[in-house]
């Protein structure tokens, strides 16, 4: 037996203009954002809020630890890395981890300082 399932879709302000009260359950996609919205059977499209992956605990990002592709795992962040990561940009970073860059733009370059 064959399952189709069927969802709504469109540009993201098609979607809105034409503000759907999509049924319990139904997605609705948005093509050019791929964004979606879950209807509640009750709630206009443009007043349902857009779904985002959750994350069971604190310290938490979602990505993949793993070989390969696939799902998306919860991998831990230590207060480090969310410094490491909140950091404007690479010099940010640098100092974060208490290095220098030097001036010779070499990679892998290490100063050591007596």
Do not use: W
Request: proline share 3%.
């Amino acid at each position: 037996m064959t399952i189709k399932i069927k969802h709504k879709r469109g540009t993201a302000s098609a979607v809105a203009s034409a503000n759907p009260t999509p049924a319990a359950g139904e997605l609705v996609f948005e093509t050019d954002t791929r964004r979606f919205k879950l209807g509640d059977g009750s709630t206009a499209y443009t007043s349902l809020s857009y779904v985002t992956p959750y994350v069971t605990e604190t310290n938490k990002l979602l990505g993949r630890s793993s070989a390969g592709a696939g799902a998306a795992e919860e991998i831990t962040c230590t207060a480090f890395g969310r410094t490491l990561i909140a950091s404007a940009d690479a010099a940010a970073a640098r100092t974060s981890l208490g290095v220098s860059s030097g001036t010779a733009g070499a990679y892998g370059q290490i100063l050591l300082f007596g």
